[in-house]
């Protein structure tokens, strides 16, 4: 049983890079970067007010983020977990681990109702899925009860997760991952990935079509063909008769007004994906394809490239560890866990930075692994406070804090436990 389970959490580990703690109040991101230096093209995956400065000087029309008309924005994802065991109390029957996300837009009320109920409509249907598993796993257990003694009864553990992974988030769209990962038996876990899209000005769902030019509409299937067809060999694309439909299904020109789950914004380009199945095997997992902003200038509606930042680099944070913080000092104070009245981390912008991602990490070697990220914003400046109520057993040394200070790179921070004080690390790693 301990067997299985591990190798569940292997699995969504893996695929997801993260998990998160139970009952807390976190904003999640998957961070490829956490599987080491190769990946340092991945390090920024939440959207932001930019998309990097190369990027921008080559997006003509671009105007540099204006700190007094660009809102703060954040999302918030209560994680759950449950664990199930038999009537004896011998085995595990069935465990559960589910993340559900709130939107916080304190400048538009009416968008913030929509994408709420549409995120609750979409958290209501895993919970009920969560507990379809349940039931499935008592009845399948009770079943191997009635098998004559000496017969094979082994039990391994159902199981159903949710993540939720914020992929952009700033005042024009708000794109996020649910991954759905289900084990009922045999040799691993189900997975598959769903996308919402979201425009921030009315807070209704996007589709593809609400965010591509004419253009774009008549030549995106083509360009995803033409991405699987270079690397049909990698995936073991054989039949290409077989994924060319499932492509067409999916990405056609016709279905581009219903295509709602199966693409997101990135903070550096626009997503198309297949999950597990659709294409090719379980093995490849889910395939993900990025067409870069830049790409993008006669395909992508002119209002859905993100906005650049132009400060040059020069926005630093500012953390510090106290019991008693002057919340009159500032204009937002966002709380992160339980207020249990012990010690708090705050963390400031100075005079500004973006795309600021809080995280626990654990350590393999010398290569962090991000176990769960507890808070991302789109920007953070000094008039804006984070207090992050940290329990007897925080262990600052596995707290890292990563931000863009404005040019469109991302730098991590580690805290002394003794002060709470950040040093910058050139990157994702000490």
């Not at 983020?65 to 004896?88: C, H, K, P, W």
């Not at 009770?142 to 992929?167: I, R």
């Not at 040019?407 to 950040?422: C, F, K, N, R």
Request: glycine share 6%; hydrophobic share 35%.
């Amino acid at each position: 049983m301990k067997k299985h389970l591990l190798f569940c959490f292997i699995c969504v580990a893996l695929l997801l890079a993260g998990c998160s703690r139970s009952e807390s109040q976190i904003s999640t991101r998957i961070d490829l970067a956490a599987l080491g230096p190769g990946n340092s093209d991945t390090f920024s995956q939440v959207g932001s007010p930019q998309a990097g400065t190369t990027q921008a000087k080559s997006n003509e029309g671009q105007q540099a983020f204006d700190l007094n008309s660009g809102a703060r924005i954040s999302v918030v994802t209560q994680e759950t977990q449950d664990t199930y065991f038999t009537e004896d109390g011998k085995e595990t029957l069935f465990y559960q681990q589910l993340q559900e996300s709130v939107i916080s837009i304190p400048s538009n009320q009416s968008a913030e109702s929509a994408v709420n109920q549409s995120l609750q409509k979409a958290q209501a249907a895993a919970r009920q899925e969560s507990q379809n598993v349940l039931a499935l796993a008592r009845d399948t257990y009770a079943s191997l009860q009635t098998f004559p003694q000496g017969e094979s009864t082994s039990f391994y553990g159902y199981s159903y997760y949710t993540t939720d992974t914020v992929l952009r988030l700033d005042a024009t769209v708000f794109s996020m991952t649910t991954y759905y990962s289900s084990y009922t038996g045999g040799a691993h876990p189900f997975n598959r990935q769903s996308a919402t899209n979201y425009d921030m000005a009315s807070g209704a769902s996007l589709s593809l079509a609400d965010v591509l030019l004419p253009e774009g509409e008549k030549t995106l299937e083509s360009m995803i063909l033409q991405w699987l067809r270079a690397r049909a060999d990698d995936f073991c694309l054989y039949d290409s008769e077989e994924y060319e439909t499932v492509v067409h299904e999916k990405f056609g020109q016709h279905a581009l007004r219903t295509q709602m789950d199966s693409w997101y914004f990135s903070e550096t380009g626009l997503v198309a994906f297949f999950n597990p199945y659709d294409i090719a095997s379980y093995a490849a997992c889910v395939v993900r394809i990025e067409f870069p902003y830049t790409e993008l200038q006669d395909i992508l509606e002119p209002r859905f490239f993100p906005v650049h930042v132009d400060n040059q680099g020069k926005g630093s944070i500012s953390t510090a560890l106290s019991g008693q913080i002057d919340r009159t000092a500032f204009e937002t104070v966002e709380e992160i866990g339980a207020d249990n009245g012990e010690l708090q981390l705050s963390i400031s912008g100075a005079p500004q930075v973006y795309d600021l991602s809080l995280s626990w990490i654990s350590w393999v070697g010398d290569q962090p692994m991000t176990q769960n990220t507890i808070y991302v914003t789109n920007y953070l400046t000094e008039r804006n406070l984070i207090l992050v109520c940290l329990g007897e057993q925080a262990d600052l040394n596995n707290l890292c804090i990563r931000f863009n200070p404005g040019d469109g790179t991302m730098v991590t921070a580690y805290l002394d436990p003794e002060t709470g004080e950040a040093t910058v690390s050139g990157n994702f790693g000490k």
